[in-house]
């Protein structure tokens, strides 16, 4: 049972064999997390285009509402300049556009507009719509890649009494 080795040969060949797999193992997991922040970089840029469609979108929300409390909402528009970006009014999970919520009218007694104008005794109403646009990401076959939703309390007024 007296057994000894009296060289290293054959040993030089494991050694390589075990760098190699460690090296091996450490450039597949660098490629591995270099395609997951790929994909990640790319959800990110369609939920940030997604996000100022949505903006696009409540700027025109805005320029809807007005004087009257009837109900208004924006029809699925498309962004102008950039294939696949539509907004509209509505909650994300909506299928359709969803009107604007008027929520109440104010109103404040002598309300001036301006430094001695504008002031009448039986006041100004403001009506007070709460605003919701969805800007969504949609590609040319028609699957909806990314989607973000702003919601707003905006008010219109001084209208007079």
Do not use: C
């Amino acid at each position: 049972m007296n057994f000894k080795l009296k060289d290293n040969q054959g040993i030089t060949l494991v050694v390589v064999l075990m760098v190699m797999a460690i090296l091996l193992s450490v450039i597949g997991a660098g490629l591995l997390f270099s395609g997951i922040n790929t994909k990640i970089t790319a959800n990110y840029q369609l939920g940030t285009k997604a996000f100022y469609a949505a903006d696009m979108g409540m700027s025109d929300a805005v320029t809807r509402i007005g004087p009257d409390p009837t109900v208004v909402s924006i029809p699925v528009t498309a962004v102008p300049g950039a294939s696949g970006l539509t907004y509209r009014s509505g909650h994300r999970a909506a299928t359709s556009p969803q009107p604007f919520v008027y929520l109440r009218t104010t109103q404040q007694t002598g309300f001036s507009l301006g430094s001695g104008t504008g002031y009448n005794t039986s006041g100004y109403v403001f009506n007070e719509y709460q605003l919701n646009v969805t800007g969504s990401y949609t590609t040319a076959w028609g699957t909806e890649l990314a989607a973000r939703e702003i919601e707003a309390i905006a008010a219109y007024g001084p209208v007079a009494r």
